[in-house]
């Protein structure tokens, strides 16, 4: 709720239990909300597990309305990273991705076909805020493959028997596919791609979790 | 348990149940429970979920000997790292960490006190059979002072106010600490941290995951 406030996504009501105040930041944070003027509805613990999710809620929940991006929207400036979801399924892997493509400049977000929705409400806690400024889109393989040849931007996949990523020049413009944590990258992502890339690992039968792999890749593909 | 038969770990028994020849690669490891001639007791689906922790376990269960290893036994060679988690709570970061580790060729990974059981079944079913190839050790941190010494090992904690690791060199001989996934790096951590290391991120609101932060300074600490 602190990261939606910082951002510019329009804040509709909140829902405040009385263990907010014994929240870490708590209590300034329940004045932010105050004096921010937002519609504020306080409630007692029962009533505001009903609304929750979680097990153990902090006592503050918000509803803001969802931005409503498309691809053509995504502002291409140099360097230009998109990350494209190509059927990541587990929500947590998902959010912990949109956390680190935030936190390591990535300039958008999207998902394919066969990615859990990137607004489900596990993805959006596991995010940690990101979706709040960080551009998130769901589109298609035609959408992504005519922006990537309208804006010139080369298309990388990953996978383990692809090209050592050190020897790999970085282009200034680039969308990088990841996939799917059983099957990996889909038939469409190996036409589409124009370079298939692997971070070296110490032997063929081991592998690295997806979220895991993502954050290497952006991390060394940042430069 | 495919991970587990590759591994030099004692197996004690193995439970199977009918859908075991339903998951990917099932028949061919209920061929190998029989060459290996392991004592295999085959039960009904209901018997083996009475087993089983999982909510659709795939039908295979196998009981081994935990390896009982010491940090005084953790053979020292170069490059040598050495991970060490720092009251890392979460079962399925500190398994991803395992997994993580094992596939980027670290040499060792130490639990000090805090840190989540890495026997915990969570830790070694998110770990995909990292434990049985990856020494692990449960220690204090007067072992790793001591042991870091005598090996002229060099430690490393990593922090989001360290120094960015682009520009330092570094060691043959390594400790990298990470830390808890609320608090981060603990005080007896600062201080016998010979160095704070930081991935550089967008922002300094946000942060990374600690099972990605993990899997980028690892990376980077390989060369």
């Given at each position: 709720v602190e990261e939606l406030l910082r951002s510019s996504l329009g804040v509709r009501g909140v829902l405040v239990a009385p263990q907010l105040i014994d929240a870490p930041r708590g209590s300034e944070l329940a004045r932010a909300l105050r004096a921010r003027q937002l519609e504020v509805a306080e409630v007692g613990p029962h009533e505001f597990a009903s609304a929750?999710?979680?097990?153990?809620?902090?006592g503050v929940l918000a509803i803001a309305e969802k931005p409503r991006l498309t691809l053509d929207q995504v502002v291409v400036r140099e360097p230009f990273r998109l990350l494209v979801l190509d059927a990541v399924q587990d929500p947590g892997n998902v959010g912990t991705i949109l956390r680190t493509a935030a936190a390591l400049g990535v300039s958008a977000t999207a998902a394919l076909p066969?990615?859990?929705?990137?607004?489900n409400a596990k993805v959006v806690r596991s995010a940690m805020g990101a979706h709040f400024h960080h551009p998130t889109v769901s589109t298609g393989w035609d959408q992504i493959v005519a922006f990537c040849a309208s804006h010139g931007i080369s298309v990388w996949a990953a996978d383990?028997?692809?090209?050592?990523?050190?020897a790999v020049p970085r282009p200034a413009r680039l969308a990088l596919v990841v996939g799917n944590e059983?099957?990996?990258?889909?038939e469409a992502a190996r036409r589409h791609a124009d370079r298939i890339v692997a971070i070296p690992v110490s032997t063929p039968v081991e592998s690295l979790n997806v979220a895991v792999a993502t954050g290497i890749l952006l991390y060394e593909l940042r430069r």
């Open positions: 929750a999710e979680t097990e153990s809620p902090q066969g990615t859990v929705d990137l607004w383990a028997a692809g090209a050592q990523l050190d059983g099957s990996g990258i889909s």
